[in-house]
């Protein structure tokens, strides 16, 4: 009896007279195809497993996020409107500042706020607001004032006292605004940008996986037909495909678990927006985008399973 004869037991895709049945490649390149896709989804859109205070945006947030901009500032202050403060003997100068805000501020995009600083020629300029039209003052701290900008409208001005300046020229010719936004939440854009992204390891673990499966099945039936032990080392070899074939397919259950519970945030977004027939742009391509990606590998898994 020969050793072939000798040692021969089932082991599938391998016969006992040496000769290879063709190995489906499929499933490898399917993986391949599907681990690249999902790199390039997470990386292009960075996506929705932000680190922070919360893994994924819930509905409530995809609907109700705002843009939160970072609105530009710009100002001036008329001569004619300068004059210095009776009594101070020429330290203390009041003047009228005109203020444009852009783009408009509304609800939708985000109130902020506003903290601004002056300065001229580089000096940080002293001053206390007196009186203020179209903006609301939140506190004042000498060099710095904090304010909320008023729904809708893109212009105000104040009345403001500036201490331990020599004459208006410093205040009308000189004058350097330097602003600074805050919003009280932030929106999803911010979050995804200042956050740490805890979706960068799914991709290599994925990529790594597939890469591991593709070497580990070529080149291990190549050491089997170099070495001459075909039996026992393509038994040992289908061991640990099994292995690998059992955690790959654990995480993919994972993967689509999150991609139905993403295509139902996405799918439930969209039908609140159908039902109040209102859609902020930015939240509805997010939402139709999200949708998009889910629905693909939900029907490629459907599509995969019925061979």
């Known amino acids: 009896m020969s050793l072939c004869h000798q040692s021969c037991f089932p082991v599938h895709f391998y016969r006992c007279n040496q000769k290879t049945m063709p190995i489906d490649q499929t499933y ?8 690249t896709s999902l790199t390039f989804c997470i ?14 945006p819930s509905a409530y947030e995809l609907i109700s996020s705002t843009l939160n901009p970072k609105y530009n500032i710009t100002g001036y202050a008329p001569e004619q409107m300068c ?14 500042l005109n203020m444009i805000i852009d783009s408009m501020p509304t609800t939708a995009l985000g109130i902020p706020q506003l903290t601004l600083e002056l300065y001229s020629n580089s000096t940080p300029l002293t001053y206390v607001i007196d009186n203020a039209r179209n903006i609301n003052i939140v506190k004042q701290n000498g060099d710095n004032v904090t304010l909320i900008p008023i729904d809708g409208q893109s212009m105000f ?3 403001a006292t500036f201490h331990n300046v020599s004459n208006c020229s410093t205040i009308t010719d000189n004058l350097t ?21 805890l979706s960068s390891n799914m991709p290599k673990y994925v990529l790594s996986s597939v ?12 050491g089997c037909t170099l070495m001459g032990l075909q039996k026992l080392v393509f038994a040992q070899l289908r061991n640990a495909i099994l292995t690998t074939s059992q955690e790959l397919t654990y995480f993919i259950k994972i ?34 985008i999200a949708r998009s990606i889910s629905s693909a590998f939900i029907r490629f898994i459907s599509h995969y399973k019925g061979y």
């Open 43 to 56: 990386l292009l859109g960075s996506p929705v497993l932000g680190g922070g205070e919360f893994a994924f």
């Open 28 to 35: 490898l390149l399917a993986s391949l195809f599907w681990s």
């Open 177 to 197: 605004i330097q602003r600074n936004i805050s919003y009280p939440n932030l929106s999803i854009q911010q979050h995804l940008h200042m956050k740490t992204d």
């Open 83 to 96: 004059q210095t403060v009776p009594g101070t003997n020429g330290t203390q100068w009041r003047a009228l």
């Open 157 to 159: 001005s104040f009345l």
């Open 211 to 222: 890469i591991f499966s593709i070497i580990l099945v070529h080149y291990g039936i190549y």
């Open 255 to 288: 993967i689509i678990s999150l991609s139905l519970l993403q295509f139902a945030i996405s799918f439930g977004g969209l039908l609140y927006y159908c039902i109040m027939r209102t859609a902020p742009m930015p939240t509805y391509f997010l939402l139709m």
